[in-house]
Every structure is written in structure tokens, then in C-alpha cells.
T-cell receptor
């Protein structure tokens, strides 16, 4: 079974601190992995896409790493801001174009 | 490029009523997905279309849920009759074949069944 676990489930940090969000997946036979952001009751916004052959991707203050063999990905958010408060979901892609989801990391950045 | 369009954004209905959601994917995206996301959970795949054919509907409660994708473009998801436990955000997404560039999600429809 393709399970995704995200730790911590929830965290609160003061503004300016760096955020480290962890994702682990049981089946390492992935094609790529996406990190999404979700605001309450809204859709998913894609943040970063890492292909299975890549080790990391960067976009602005965001950096995502991927260790496919150990089934792990980490999202780093530098110098957090209150606008970063949201739920972050990691989603590895498997055969048949199927994304697997965990419950996400719920982040609150305190001004 | 235009994103994935969904409507309505919000819907409140009474149990046993019916409801329909609409999705227009990104132009050229062959694969379309409907997900259900209950509060505090990750999204769960309900149905996956490739062009206008169904690839996977194994988690679709077929006694009350139905979906179609006419002409391989727009799609409609229907619930009839609705139950209280159907309260959720319904997400539509699309991708190119093979999802090499990942999924693009719409803004979702928040359904409340009272």
C-alpha cells in the first residue's frame, strides 16, 4: 500500500524562523513528487515538482529535497512569514498517474 | 495558461437532495481527476478520466455518485441523494498524459450537507 506520512502534523513558529516539513512514503517507485499548499476550504496550489531523478528543487524561499531510495522528501521554507500559514501536502506520483496524499503539515506563523 | 476552473465555489444542500459540480481542465490535458477531501484529511481520489474514458473509479460510491466527461474536456460530478458524510471539499485536477509536469488543481467546491 502506498502510504504518505507527514511530520509534524501541526506546528507554530514565530515569524522569521525557518520551517522544515518532513514527508515519508512507503513505496519508493515514484515518478515525481509535488509539494502543494492549501488554505482552509480551498484548492491545492502547486509549490514545487521534483522529478524522480532529481535531488532538489528551489523556488524563492522554498527548497524541496528528495531521497527516493529512502522514501523521504523535505520542504524548507526560509524566513517564514504570516502569509505562509497554511497546510502543506506532499504527493508522490505513482503508476497510472496516481498521486498519493498524507494528511499534511498544518503551519501557523505567528507575527 | 488558464487554470482548472470549478464551479460552484460553495454549496449548501439538505440531505437527500442532489447536487452537481462542474470542472473545466487546462486545455490539452488528457487526464482529469475528481478528489474528495474531508476536513482534516488528505484528498481521496474518486474517479480518474483519460480523455473521455474512465481509468479508475474504484473509490467512487456508485450508488450515489456519478461522473462524466463528455468529449474529453469538461466534466461533471453528481451526488444523488446526498448524505451528511458527503460534506467535504471536492477538488478537480488535470494533467498531461504521464503527469510529467505534475497535477494542476482547481479552487475546489466546498459542499455542506445539512
Amino acid at each position: 500500500k502506498q502510504e504518505v506520512t507527514q511530520i509534524p502534523a501541526a506546528l507554530s513558529v514565530p515569524e522569521g524562523e525557518n520551517l522544515v516539513l518532513n514527508c515519508s512514503f512507503t513505496d519508493s517507485a515514484i515518478y515525481n513528487l509535488q509539494w502543494f499548499r492549501q488554505d482552509p476550504g480551498k484548492g491545492l496550489t502547486s509549490l514545487l515538482l521534483i522529478q524522480s531523478s532529481q535531488r532538489e528543487q528551489t523556488s524563492g524561499r522554498l527548497n524541496a529535497s528528495l531521497d527516493k531510495s529512502s522514501g523521504r522528501s523535505t520542504l524548507y521554507i526560509a524566513a517564514s512569514q504570516p502569509g505562509d500559514s497554511a497546510t502543506y501536502l506532499c504527493a508522490p506520483l505513482y503508476g497510472n498517474n496516481r498521486l498519493a496524499f498524507g494528511k499534511g503539515n498544518q503551519v501557523v506563523v505567528i507575527p | 495558461e488558464a487554470g482548472v476552473a470549478q464551479s460552484p465555489r460553495y454549496k449548501i444542500i439538505e440531505k437527500r437532495q442532489s447536487v452537481a459540480f462542474w470542472c473545466n481542465p487546462i486545455s490539452g490535458h488528457a487526464t482529469l481527476y475528481w478528489y474528495q477531501q474531508i476536513l482534516g484529511q488528505g484528498p481521496k481520489l474518486l474517479i480518474q478520466f483519460q480523455n473521455n474514458g474512465v481509468v479508475d473509479d474504484s473509490q467512487l460510491p456508485k450508488d450515489r455518485f456519478s461522473a462524466e466527461r463528455l468529449k474529453g474536456v469538461d466534466s461533471t460530478l453528481k451526488i444523488q441523494p446526498a448524505k451528511l458524510e458527503d460534506s467535504a471539499v471536492y477538488l478537480c485536477a488535470s494533467s498531461l498524459l504521464g503527469a510529467v509536469y505534475g497535477y494542476t488543481f482547481g479552487s475546489g467546491t466546498r459542499l455542506t450537507v445539512v
